[in-house]
């Protein structure tokens, strides 16, 4: 199933491993095809017994990565920095089965949750590993703005699809997990945390770094607030989210 934006070189090579080319025409509402084949691969799937229709853009197993991490958190307060370059995707039959991060070295710990662990009994008082309340946000910068915010752009970009309806296939898979404070605090809050890498660089912030408050792009478009730039010579106000 492929729309006039697909390359003659791609469409011949298709035809060539034997594959019939379903090319539909027609833009749907958002200007783009996606929704058009989506309608039209269902509608095939309808009339060929015993087809199926795989939608990948909607498919939860694209956010293989989220629940994992969140669960890690929950149950050993660990935040795994999973930067998109030192994440692998391990399939399982053509689907995504487990998530692996080598990315140890950015690993933090929040001094709070990881006390009933004991992994600071086998830490120095002056670890860098642990934060007193910033590696809740150090998770969700690494993990929802940085990592999923590159899935949903190369997908939405390369599908034709408006990355909000990516983003709703993220609120949805979170929505169902578990509800507690830091589901909630992703699904609530009016921004995220985006690192400043630059602004930092200039103020002479290695660790820890500078951040800035972008919107939330899992929050409905009508609730949606325009977040404002800190100043760069201080910290950035947003902290660890209480019950």
């Known amino acids: 199933m492929i729309d006039p934006k697909e390359t003659s070189a791609n469409v011949r090579i298709l035809q060539q491993l034997g594959a019939n080319v379903d090319m539909v025409s027609e833009p749907d509402s958002a200007g783009g095809y996606l929704s058009t084949r989506i309608e039209r691969a269902q509608e095939l799937q309808r009339e060929t017994p015993g087809s199926i229709s795989v939608n990948q853009y909607a498919n939860e197993r694209n956010w293989l990565a989220e629940l994992p991490l969140l669960s890690v ?6 935040s795994l920095e999973a930067h998109v370059q030192n994440s692998l995707v391990h399939l399982d039959g053509g689907w995504p089965a487990v998530f692996f991060v080598r990315d140890m070295e950015g690993t933090s710990a929040s001094r709070e949750r990881v006390t009933h662990t004991g992994l600071l009994d086998d830490l120095p008082a002056d670890s860098p590993v642990v ?3 910033e590696a809740w946000m150090r998770l969700k910068y690494y993990l929802v703005t ?3 915010g590159h899935l949903v752009h190369v997908l939405a970009r390369y599908s034709g699809t408006d990355e909000s309806v990516l983003w709703g296939v993220v609120r949805s898979v979170l929505a169902s997990s578990v509800p507690d404070r830091y589901v909630r605090d992703l699904l609530e809050s009016p921004t995220l945390p985006a690192k400043a890498n630059l ?3 200039f ?7 500078l951040y800035v408050a972008v919107p939330n792009p899992m929050l409905p478009d009508p609730t949606r607030t325009r977040a404002t730039q800190p100043p760069a010579t201080q910290p950035n106000p947003m902290h660890e989210v209480k019950p």
């Open 203 to 209: 103020a002479e912030r290695g660790e820890p770094p």
């Open 131 to 133: 934060y007193d309340d």
């Open 73 to 78: 958190w929950r149950r050993d307060g660990l």
């Open 146 to 148: 940085n990592h999923l």
């Open 199 to 201: 602004i930092s660089r």
